[in-house]
C-alpha cells in the first residue's frame, strides 16, 4: 500500500528530530575545518546538572561574602565546568570568583542565562568569556558578532566594569577560522568600550596534552590550570590597572647670553648752554632776538662728533 504525503512528513521531522539532538550532545566540526586532532591531557567524567531556561545545563555558584576580597563573577560555557565542579581550584589570593556555567551554550544563549541569573550583590568584575561555540552555532562572522554585541549590552547593562577574555582554542578547528571570529568579538569589543584580553597565545596547538580527547576542552591535567591562572591574571589586572609613570619634567635649556651694543661716544661733543631766567630777551616784531651773550657762543661754527659703537 503506497505510502501518503503525512506519512513522508512524520519520517522527515523525525529525522530532523534525531539531528538536532545530535548537534545538541555532540562539537561538530565546521564544514571547512580542515584540521581534527585529539588531545592527550587527562579529563574528569562530567557530572550531570539540571536544566535552566534556555533547556541547557546551567550552574551557577557563588562564593561566600567576604569583606577583604574582592568579587568576580565569570560567565561561560563548558570551559568553566572543571572549575564549577571542583577538578580544577582557582588560584588563593584576593579575589573570590563567581562561576556562571552554561555548557553548548551560544552567545544568545549565555545572554538569556545572564539577564535571569540570581546574583545577589553587585560584583566588583564580570569575565565575559568569549563564546566559542558560536563557531559552530552562527552561520557568518557577522551574525557571531552581532550576537556577542548584544551578549555585551545586556552584561553591562547588568553591572559595571564588565570586560572580555579570549576562548580557548579548539584542535577541531582550523587556526584561520578561530582567529577570524577571534578578531570580530575584538572589534565589537572595542566598539563598546569593553576591554578584551587574548588567550590564544598560552596555548600552543601543538602541545596536545593541554587539551582533552575530544580535542575542544582543555584538560584538568594541564590546560585547565592555565586557564584558571589566566582568568585571576586578568581579574587582578582589570581590578588593578597599572599606574602610569609620570613623565619627567622637560629640561629648560640654558638662557641664550645676549649681547647689548655699547656705544662709546670719542671727541667733543657740544652742550647746549642752560639758558638764563634772568637775562633780559630782546624781541622785535615777527621774530626772537637773543640775549648778547647767546650771540657770541652762536658765532661759533660746531664741532663734529665721532661716535663708534662696541661689543662687549
Not at 576562548?167 to 578578531?183: D, G, H, I, K, Y
Request: proline share 10%; glycine share 4%.
Amino acid at each position: 500500500m503506497p505510502r501518503g504525503k503525512s506519512f513522508r512528513r512524520s519520517e522527515a521531522a523525525k529525522k530532523r528530530l534525531a539531528e538536532w539532538r545530535k548537534v545538541d550532545v555532540e562539537p561538530q566540526q565546521p564544514p571547512n575545518a580542515s584540521v581534527s586532532q585529539s588531545g592527550t591531557g587527562k579529563h574528569h567524567a562530567v557530572n550531570q546538572w539540571s536544566k535552566s531556561l534556555t533547556g541547557r545545563q546551567h550552574k551557577l555558584v557563588l562564593p561566600c561574602e567576604s569583606p577583604d576580597k574582592k568579587f568576580v563573577l565569570v560567565v561561560c560555557d563548558s570551559h568553566l565546568r572543571a572549575i564549577v565542579d571542583g577538578f580544577v581550584p582557582m588560584p588563593e589570593g584576593s579575589l573570590s570568583f563567581g562561576l556562571m556555567c552554561t555548557p553548548g551554550a551560544c552567545a544568545m544563549e549565555l545572554r538569556t542565562e545572564l539577564l535571569h541569573a540570581a546574583v545577589p550583590r553587585t560584583p566588583d568584575a564580570v569575565l565575559v568569556i568569549a563564546p566559542s561555540n558560536n563557531l559552530t552555532s552562527s552561520r557568518t562572522i557577522d551574525e557571531a558578532g552581532a550576537d556577542f554585541a548584544k551578549l555585551l549590552l545586556s552584561a553591562c547593562s547588568r553591572w559595571p566594569n564588565v570586560c572580555v577574555t579570549d576562548f580557548a582554542p579548539r584542535l577541531t578547528v582550523e587556526v584561520n577560522q578561530q582567529q577570524l571570529l577571534r578578531e570580530e568579538f575584538r572589534r565589537v569589543a572595542a566598539r563598546m568600550g569593553v576591554r578584551y584580553f587574548p588567550f590564544a597565545e598560552h596555548f600552543p596547538m601543538d602541545w596536545l596534552k593541554l587539551w582533552s580527547k575530544d580535542g575542544v576542552h582543555l584538560s584538568d591535567s594541564d590546560g585547565m590550570p592555565i586557564f584558571a591562572g589566566l582568568l585571576w591574571s586578568v581579574a587582578y589586572e582589570f581590578l588593578h590597572p597599572p599606574t602610569p609613570k609620570p613623565q619627567p619634567a622637560p629640561r629648560a635649556s640654558p638662557p641664550r647670553r645676549q649681547v647689548v651694543p655699547k656705544v662709546v661716544v670719542k671727541g667733543e661733543v657740544t652742550v647746549p648752554r642752560p639758558s638764563n631766567p634772568f637775562e633780559w630777551t630782546v624781541v622785535n616784531k615777527g621774530r626772537k632776538r637773543r640775549a648778547p651773550e647767546e650771540l657770541e657762543q652762536s658765532s661759533c661754527a660746531e664741532r663734529v662728533v665721532q661716535q663708534q659703537i662696541c661689543y662687549d
